[in-house]
């Protein structure tokens, strides 16, 4: 279940991969803590996050769909060169941010693809270290590695 998930998840919109990850994050959120996901791997992320807090909103989405495409530009770099669980702590923080109205939030009737809520829904249904799994694979290919090839 959980490489098709994943599967299924790549091919959704980029638009779709952002909403998924944020309804993920609202439904996960009770389950991860902050002491997990560690202040010392946040550091590593704080430039990027504070750049990303100073910008627009628009340009704040752009810079997501840019990570989600694996768009090559500056921001994408910075965040290739993250360990994984330092790029999950990142998109936590970014949601901790959305909720505190600094990172532009999801328009409130968007209306994901039957893809993407069966998606979401599947994750749901996962248990947290599955949901772990999948989130970190997904993460994990965002963005650009700048020392591949
Ligand atoms: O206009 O270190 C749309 C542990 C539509 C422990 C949009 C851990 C168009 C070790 C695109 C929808 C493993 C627990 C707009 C860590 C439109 C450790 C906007 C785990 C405006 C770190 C879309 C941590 C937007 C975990 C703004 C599990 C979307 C972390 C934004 C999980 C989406 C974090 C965001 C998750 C999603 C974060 C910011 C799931 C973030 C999700």
Redesign the pocket.
Known sequence: AIPATIAVFKSLS???Q??V??Y??TE?GRS??PA???AA?LQLAEGLLNQIKQMS?PE??EV??DLAAQRNTPISRAYGILSV??K??F??E??EL?VKGF?????AG?QLSRDGSRVLETLKELDFGQ??TV??KV?SDMGVDPLAD
């Open positions: 980029l638009d779709d952002l909403a990850l944020w993920a994050y996960m991860i803590t997990a996901t560690g791997r909103h704040q989405l997501m769909r669980n330092t999950l702590a998109w936590y970014l949601s959305m990172v532009i939030p999801v328009p968007y949901q772990i989130l970190r993460v």
